[in-house]
């Protein structure tokens, strides 16, 4: 996913290139509103972080910019400014989400992957990885062409790992998606969803699908291992 990061603050905006960089995606920083029109009005960009005060052209400014001109990029907006009548004005700026500063980096990725997914025309179709198949619509997994039995917990976990095939997908994501939040990040629960599902997919068919990233989380090799 390629991210715009238009964030004047230098050691923050390093930190989210790395942080995102991190996760997979392609971010691109910007410094200020004027250089953060242009590259979004370049295309090529799937979501916009866009920090509120910006020399040039402030956040908001941008936005308007943006969607007047039929520009429909989702965009987050950043902001130190968190009360309510502050978060109501950055949404009705015409951002799509707004988060207040300070705040966790693994928040900040689930609502931009949050944003890019919403932006993205529906599909039924089926994830590959190698000869790993996941059909979403009729909630079957096939490994070299024979059918693999998961339960419903097992192919929701499969599901977020092979839609963020070669990315990182922390511990966090998979809560906040599979178990929507309802459980400690510190509790075993993943590793033995994912323990289940590695002794069904990988290796009965000799594969290493699921990497696990110390201290990240886990990736799927999009060749299938």
Do not use: C
Not at 37 to 46: I, P, S, T
């Amino acid at each position: 996913m390629r991210v715009l990061i238009a964030e004047d603050e230098v050691r923050l905006a390093e930190l989210l290139h790395q942080a995102l960089t991190e996760v997979g995606w392609r971010p691109q920083v910007v410094g200020d509103g004027t250089a953060a029109l242009a590259a979004a009005r370049a295309g090529g960009v799937d979501v916009v972080l866009l920090d509120w005060m910006l020399p040039g052209l402030q956040g908001p400014e941008v936005v308007a910019a943006l969607r007047a001109e039929g520009n429909l990029v989702p965009v987050l907006m950043l902001s130190a400014r968190g009360g309510l009548q502050d978060r109501i004005a950055g949404l009705e700026t015409g951002a799509d989400d707004y988060l207040a500063k300070p705040f966790e980096l693994e928040e900040l990725v689930v609502r931009l992957r949050a944003l890019h997914r919403r932006a993205q025309p529906p599909s039924a179709g089926t994830l590959r990885a190698g000869d790993l198949h996941l059909d979403p619509a009729a909630r079957t997994v096939t490994r070299a062409g024979s059918p693999v039995a998961l339960s419903a917990r097992e192919f929701d976990v499969l599901a977020v790992l092979m839609d963020r095939a070669g990315e990182h997908v922390s511990r966090f994501v998979l809560l906040q998606e599979v178990w929507d939040g309802n459980t400690d990040i510190a509790s075993n629960v993943i590793d033995v969803h994912i323990a289940k599902v590695r002794a069904k997919i990988d290796t009965p068919f000799r594969r290493s699908a699921i990497q696990t990233l110390r201290g990240v989380g886990y990736r799927l090799d999009p060749a299938g291992g």
